[in-house]
């Protein structure tokens, strides 16, 4: 197999505005602060290590330094002030639509402002810090989310907290609901106006770009396919096939998520001449909104980018949790999402004994079953799934649609590409096998919630007639087919297959599009008006078409081949 671990998007011009390391950022930085009267701001995302810091102290000798983060109220402040979105809940907390600003001691802040009065070499460092002042050179210092996850795993407190041995899940938390998203509102300001940006991903080996290269980057990019960096995590059901077909470590025990097509969590990698510069994906998401989308999916969703497509291995492994997705009434009400959690599987693989288990079977009566939920939750029985829910085998290519509310989970020996809509962290397991968490504790289990939101009228009939393979063939000719296979009614997402050995031609319409190859070795992307360079893109890689691309084509590398791929966009 050819899957890309490691995709980068090659961008044209700025070969000397990068700075592949240590003493190239020296070079430059030295160069530029020669004053002695000189004020630097360095900005920097949530989860960034005082290794820049002592980087920047090291570089610019700084006669004073400010540390940022001390215009912010204290932890238990933030703590008494977060409270109500954090909730007790170990998953889940409600999101917090304010601003960085909020949680900001404006009498603290004010005494900064004053001692940048001071005739000195100053450096003002951290989360916020053009808060105090944007200075005479301003930087910023970038992390992906999935980055600080892996951090929080390694001990790392979320901000002003001493929460290092805390349980993940709940630093998590925290970040999603909270931290992250008031980050990002900041980052927002800063596109326009940084001098330079420092790629901090990889420890002790920083790099930098100009703010005009970071601009120029992101504007070529949403004018051409791209695949988003993907990365692969175990779990305690995971299975053996990404193994093989990714290239993954064979030592691993298993591996059961990757997320290939998630802008929120994935990087982009940025290649300047011979030099890798890793950003957060959501960069693109937040500096170019409108072409990256297209106008009518910005007026929908804002800066957010509403597909998500990953992958789920239990080939070899074990059943996922039962669970349902919350209604849209109930996610606005309870968590403060502006839209669900509507998925789909797609299934890419199959073995023996592999299926999905969706619906409720006929004449289900819900007492009997939350009574049983309930005792198997507390240890008193084990819950009988095939008592109460449908179990439908599974063959490749079929394709199985889950609107919220449907109670559902992929069996063994699948291999599922999971299409959906963004909100991933809202699944409400109803009962996950009587096992436990990689990290020894038993996984959350929320039945109060997935009770409120079971629709207990999807039953047997209900679910064969509107989504099992809900196949339609909207066009089909002697070398090309084009099929569509979901979503359900209920969903905003609309998902297309093609099947073809020759050259197809497709149109935006003005949204963006999310695709997967699910069959054949190789295809490439083109435009029609050579707008871009030829894209190829091997078996299991999701990439996505910006909307500002407008037509593109896509056909086998190897003359006659017959490939599929899966589209998916959002729907009218």
């Known amino acids: ?170 630093k998590n938390k925290r970040g999603f609901f909270i931290e992250w998203r008031i980050a990002d509102k900041q980052k927002i300001k800063m596109f326009n106006d940084i001098d330079f940006l420092i790629d901090s991903h990889m420890k002790n080996q920083p790099k930098m770009i100009t703010g005009n290269a970071l601009r120029e980057g992101l504007k070529q990019i949403v004018k051409q396919p791209f695949r988003l960096v993907p990365y692969f995590d175990p779990g305690v059901w995971g299975g053996q096939w990404m193994k093989e077909v990714c290239g993954l470590n064979q030592n691993e025990k298993n591996y059961a998520w990757s997320f290939d097509g998630v802008p929120e969590e ?142 559902h989970c992929s069996s063994s020996q699948c291999m599922v590409l999971e299409i959906s809509a963004t909100p991933y962290i809202f699944t409400f397991k109803l009962w996950d096998w009587n096992r436990l968490g990689l990290d020894g504790l038993p996984r959350p289990i929320h039945i109060e919630d997935g009770i409120q939101n079971i629709q207990w009228d999807r039953q047997t009939q209900w679910v064969k007639d509107n989504l099992v393979n809900q196949i339609e063939v909207i066009h089909d000719q002697q070398d090309y087919l084009e099929e569509k296979t979901g979503l359900h009614e209920f969903e905003f997402i609309e998902t297309r297959r093609f099947t073809s050995n020759k050259k197809t031609y497709h149109s935006c319409e003005d949204s963006v599009h999310m695709l997967n190859l699910v069959e054949g070795s190789e295809a490439v992307i083109e435009s029609p008006q050579q707008l871009f360079d030829p894209f190829i893109v091997h078996y299991a890689e999701t990439f996505i078409i910006p909307a500002a691309v407008k037509e593109y084509t896509i056909r086998p590398v190897q003359e006659e081949e017959l490939i599929k791929f899966v589209k998916a966009y959002v729907r009218n």
């Not at 937040?286 to 597909?307: D, H, Q, S, T, V």
């Not at 693989?349 to 409720?360: A, H, K, Q, S």
Request: proline share 3%; net charge negative.
């Open 1 to 170: 197999m050819n899957y890309n671990k490691y995709p980068e998007i090659k961008i044209n011009g700025f070969d000397h505005e990068v700075y592949k390391d240590k003493n190239e950022i020296k070079k430059k930085l030295d160069y530029l602060s020669l004053e002695k009267e000189f004020c630097l701001t360095v900005e920097c995302y949530l989860g960034i290590d005082d290794e820049i810091l002592e980087m920047i102290c090291d570089i610019y000798k700084p006669e004073i330094v400010l540390r940022s983060e001390d215009i912010f109220f204290d932890k238990d402040t933030l703590n008494q002030m977060m409270k109500s979105h954090l909730t007790d809940d170990r998953v889940r907390g409600v999101m917090y639509y304010g601003k960085m600003e909020d949680f900001i001691d404006y009498h603290k802040l004010q005494v900064m402002k004053e001692k940048i009065q001071s005739q000195q070499r100053i450096l003002i460092y951290g989360v916020g810090a053009s808060f105090i002042s944007r200075g005479d050179l301003y930087i910023y210092c970038d992390l992906s989310r999935w980055e600080i996850q892996c951090r929080y795993r390694q001990g790392m407190p979320n901000f002003k907290q001493d929460n290092d041995k805390e349980d993940i899940l709940i």
């Open 266 to 407: 994935n990087s982009l990698y940025l290649k300047y001449n011979e030099t890798r510069i890793e950003i957060p994906a959501m960069d693109l998401v937040l500096y170019r909104p409108k072409e990256l989308l297209g106008m009518k999916n910005y007026c929908r969703f804002g800066a957010e980018f509403p597909i998500r497509f990953d992958f789920l291995d239990t080939i070899q492994g074990q059943n996922l949790s039962l669970q349902v997705h919350p209604l849209t009434e109930y996610i606005k009400s309870h968590f403060g999402m502006t839209y669900t959690q509507d998925e789909s599987y797609y299934i890419l693989d199959c073995e023996e004994g592999g299926g999905v288990y969706l619906g409720l079977k006929e004449n289900v009566c819900p007492e009997d079953m939350i009574h049983d939920l309930e005792d198997a939750q507390v240890g008193k029985s084990s819950f009988d799934a095939d008592r109460y829910i449908n179990f439908f085998p599974a063959k490749k290519h079929d394709h199985f649609l889950i609107p919220a509310g449907t109670v």
